[in-house]
């Protein structure tokens, strides 16, 4: 990825995490929006040039249709992000990406990589799934009055 997809993306990638974690912790959009910028700043200090993370561009014809991004924590690299643009979904890009994630990350000798998806993002799950991924945690939640 080069530093200004790194900036397209960091605005898309934001957006969905603050909207995600909206809904999962039953908070404001302003909150949630609070909580992420403080998280990203605390987990990408220096940006794009943050040392271990690794951002990846899915490009054709050399528009930006999607991205990845994983940080790499010893032997295991944390996956923030696979996301493809809603124009592009259905069409075998986010398993191309998954591909091409997964052999770099080989590469670098990494043995396990693990994503946080949300349990309502029915679209993804079984993406995850496809490639081996398995359920390793579950938080349930219940709304009490």
Known sequence: MKENEFAITEGRSSELYI???AKSLNISLERAREKATQERKKILPNGFESKGHYF???????VLIGFAWVELKGKTAWGYNIYIEEDYRR????SEIFKFVEKDLLEKEINQVRFHVYADNFRALPLYEKFGFSTTNVIMSKKIS
């Open 91 to 94: 069409r075998g890009f986010a």
């Open 56 to 62: 990846y561009s899915a490009l054709i014809n050399e």
């Open 19 to 21: 909207q995600g974690m």
